[in-house]
């Protein structure tokens, strides 16, 4: 069992058991609510930006120095993936951008999340909120993608874009 590790139901604060479910353990409340933790993979948004011809990668003021990756974020309640993918370029880079593709649906178990990965070409003048600190633009014959997370879509992106 990898899930998130809750103690109490938060449907009505009673305590929880790991019980078998449809063949996996799962967290049940002990009480007749009737609550499970079914652990369903959060969808996250991705956006390979591609800026004045060029991969914009991005480092998130909490990572390390020299940690860059895609442009992410949590849909919002009555977002497509679409609207949620071009709503953070907007407000994580303050560019506006338009979707040139649909890259792919992408499992990233370590987080328990589907990455839903889009290239989207924008414009405009980089203004980086408070989540970023500094970004980095590489020609796609450059960029080296990483393993895990988002770094298996851009790979794939690339793969299209170079050959």
Same mark, same amino acid.
């Given at each position: ?11 009505? %604060? ?28 959060? #969808? ?16 998130? /003021?909490?990572?390390?120095? !020299?940690?860059? /990756? ?7 309640? %009555? ?20 979707? /040139?593709?649909?890259? !792919?649906?992408? /499992? ?15 414009? !405009? ?19 080296? #993608?990483?393993?895990? !997370?988002? %770094? ?12």
């Amino acid at each position: 069992m990898n899930q998130h590790v809750i103690k109490f139901c938060p449907q009505c %604060g009673g305590g929880v058991v790991s019980e078998h479910l449809d063949g996996q353990l799962r967290l049940q409340c002990v009480y007749a609510c009737g609550f499970v933790n079914w652990d369903n993979p959060t #969808p996250v948004v991705a956006a390979i930006v591609e800026y004045d011809g060029q991969v914009l990668l991005a480092r998130n /003021a909490q990572w390390r120095e !020299g940690m860059f /990756a895609l442009i992410t974020g949590f849909l919002e309640r %009555g977002e497509t993936p679409e609207e949620s993918v071009l709503r953070e370029v907007n407000e994580e880079l303050g560019l506006n951008g338009e979707i /040139a593709e649909f890259v !792919g649906n992408y /499992a990233f178990h370590r987080a328990n999340q589907l990455l839903i990965v889009f290239h989207v070409i924008a414009t !405009g003048t980089i203004c980086l909120n408070e989540e970023l600190v500094e970004y980095k633009l590489q020609n796609k014959a450059d960029v080296i #993608p990483w393993d895990m !997370g988002t %770094g298996p879509a851009l790979k794939d992106w690339l793969s299209s874009q170079l050959n």
